[in-house]
């Protein structure tokens, strides 16, 4: 079977839950073209199913490394990264592609979430504030995240929300 077919097979035993074949199919794909970029964000895909931080780490990072306009690519490796490593080196990962993506609002709300619990609130909520402002969707997001429980009550102690607040 050629590795355009293992890779569409891989791809729809991941689309079925099924991720133990889908990483078999994965591992069938000679070595020269396990290389392919698309190979790779599947080996991605994959590890991020199986929970598997440390490798998720990896793998993402040199996803991102190699297609560094892929967003998705970032935010994978900062939250292996967060999960297998630290907060810190997570955030390192974020301040890196945020240049790159300076509209995305999932990075923005990350390094929110970042700095909130490094105890940096007034970060905390220029960068949250700057998320919901590139996608409304974020406020509800905002309200629940559990990195987020510090500045919401701080927000309340203050008699509810300040003024232009967003969360």
């Not at 293992?6 to 074949?21: K, P, T």
């Not at 073209?33 to 490798?55: F, H, I, K, N, S």
């Not at 709300?109 to 909130?116: E, H, I, R, V």
């Not at 974020?138 to 987020?148: E, I, S, V």
């Amino acid at each position: 079977m050629n590795s355009k077919r293992r890779l569409s097979h891989a791809q729809g035993y991941l689309g079925l839950g099924m991720v133990a074949e889908a990483a078999a199919e994965l591992e069938r794909i000679p070595a020269p073209e396990r290389d392919a970029l698309e190979v790779l964000a599947l080996r991605v895909a994959v590890r991020q199913e199986q929970g598997d931080w440390p490798a998720l780490a990896v793998l993402a990072g040199e996803f991102a490394r190699r297609a560094p306009t892929e967003t998705s690519a970032w935010v994978t490796w900062a939250y292996a990264t967060r999960r297998s490593q630290t907060l810190a080196a997570a955030e390192k990962i974020l301040l890196e592609a945020e240049p790159l993506h300076p509209s995305e609002p999932t990075i923005q709300f990350n390094l929110g979430c970042y700095a909130c619990q490094r105890g940096d609130l007034a970060e905390a909520r220029r960068r949250v504030d700057r998320a919901i402002a590139l996608d409304p969707n974020f406020r509800a997001l905002a309200g629940t995240d559990p990195d987020l429980a510090p500045l919401r009550a701080l927000e309340d102690t203050q008699g509810g929300l300040s003024a232009g607040s967003t969360i």
